[in-house]
């Protein structure tokens, strides 16, 4: 096995809901950053599914939405919340139907706030994005440094792509193997933005 982190990605498939974005709490933009909003996560922060999609209603564990967030059933958090993860926030969330009914109030937003400089730009390829300097816009192949990686951290966010997610190989199989539904992980060398 390898000993390099995947990226944790959605498996819509064809009957998983996909969200819109995030309801309800402000600055939303900051979970896609590694930011903190454990103290001021609102009670009422709420996904409503796609209206795009309205064939697509069962309920994953892990579900694909616009904002890019971790967000998972009750199960599945507690999977990796019992794994101890440094630096990882749980905030509670509740799906709405396209019919604006309750669907679950059972799903949470994992959020890792640790942003690691891993990214070996001289070995990857990658554009800078034009409005934000310090953002890629896309990456075709993306390489870390080993030297940069803390082998005891289970999820963090890589610097620069931040709205993407980093697992480390063992806890992605042990997810894999516990059959949770709506995930899928990535190789860092098929990754590609």
Known sequence: MSTLPVVWEWDVGDRFC???????VRDEYQLSKGISRAQDFPKDA????SARHRKYVALADNLSNLGRSLVVSR????FVEARKPRDVEFLRVSLFDHKQKLASDE???INPIRVVDCIDKDKSRYKWNNIDPEKMSSCSKMVLKPEALDPELLMFRPRHVEYYVLVHPELAKALE???FT???FTPIDEFQT
């Open 18 to 24: 996909v969200l819109e974005g995030l309801q309800h």
């Open 46 to 49: 709420c996904f409503h599914m």
């Open 75 to 78: 199960k599945l958090k507690e």
């Open 107 to 109: 799903y949470f937003i």
């Open 177 to 179: 193997d516990e059959g």
């Open 182 to 184: 709506g995930l899928r």
